[in-house]
C-alpha cells in the first residue's frame, strides 16, 4: 500500500522492442526505487528441444541481440535438441551457456549444427554435440570461437568435428570422440 512519502508522484513506464522476440521494459518512480530495469526476456532461454519455434534454440539465436547469452531451461537437462532443418547460423555475438553438471545435447545427423559466419564472435560453454552430417562437420567456424568445457561426439570417424576458417580457443575440457 502506498501512504505518506511512499506516494507515487510520477511514473514512467516504457517498452522498447528490440526485435520481433525481445523486449525491454522500464518503469521509474519518484523515489528511483525501479529504474531502467532490463528484464531477462523469456526468449533468451531455450525451453524446449524443438528445431524451430518458440522457445528453441534457434529461436532464441533468431531473438538474441549482440552480447546476450542464451541458457537452457531445466526442462532441456539431460535431454537432446535435434537439429533438421538447417545448420544453427549466429546473425549475432552471443553465448550459448549451461551450468556444469546439467547436461544438454545439441544433435544433428544431416546438416552442420551451426555454422559461424565471419565477424562473429561466440562462446559455448558446457554443451555437449553429436555430429553425423556426412557431408561436413559439426560446426563450421569462420568467425571467432570460444569453446569452453565442450564434447563432441561423432559416429563418423572419417569427418572432422570442426571445419576452422577463423579462430578458435579451448578452455577447459574440449574433446572429442567417436561413438557406434
Not at 35 to 49: H, K, P, Y
Not at 62 to 76: C, E, P, Q, R, Y
Not at 145 to 155: D, Q, V
Request: hydrophobic share 40%; with cysteine.
Amino acid at each position: 500500500s502506498l501512504n505518506g512519502s511512499d506516494t507515487l508522484q510520477r511514473a514512467y513506464e516504457g517498452v522498447e522492442f528490440i526485435n520481433n522476440h525481445y523486449v525491454k521494459l522500464c518503469v521509474d518512480n519518484v523515489n528511483g526505487r525501479l529504474s531502467g530495469i532490463d528484464l531477462d526476456s523469456i526468449a533468451l532461454w531455450v525451453r524446449n528441444t524443438n528445431d524451430t519455434g518458440a522457445g528453441s534454440l534457434r529461436n532464441g539465436l533468431l531473438a538474441a541481440t549482440d552480447g546476450d547469452t542464451l541458457h537452457f531451461k531445466s526442462d532441456v537437462v539431460n535431454d537432446t535438441i535435434q537439429i533438421v532443418s538447417s545448420a544453427l547460423s549466429f546473425i549475432r555475438n552471443v553465448h550459448l551457456v549451461q551450468p556444469s553438471g546439467q547436461e544438454v545435447f545439441v544433435k544433428s545427423l544431416t546438416t552442420n549444427i551451426m555454422t559461424i559466419p565471419a565477424g562473429r564472435n561466440i562462446h559455448l560453454k558446457n554443451i555437449n554435440l553429436i555430429c553425423g552430417n556426412a557431408t561436413d562437420s559439426g560446426i563450421v567456424n569462420e568467425g571467432t570461437l570460444s569453446m569452453e568445457n565442450i564434447l563432441m561426439f561423432s559416429g563418423l570417424p572419417a569427418n572432422r568435428m570442426i571445419h576452422n576458417k577463423g579462430q578458435i580457443t579451448f578452455r577447459g575440457l574440449c574433446m572429442s570422440t567417436i561413438s557406434d
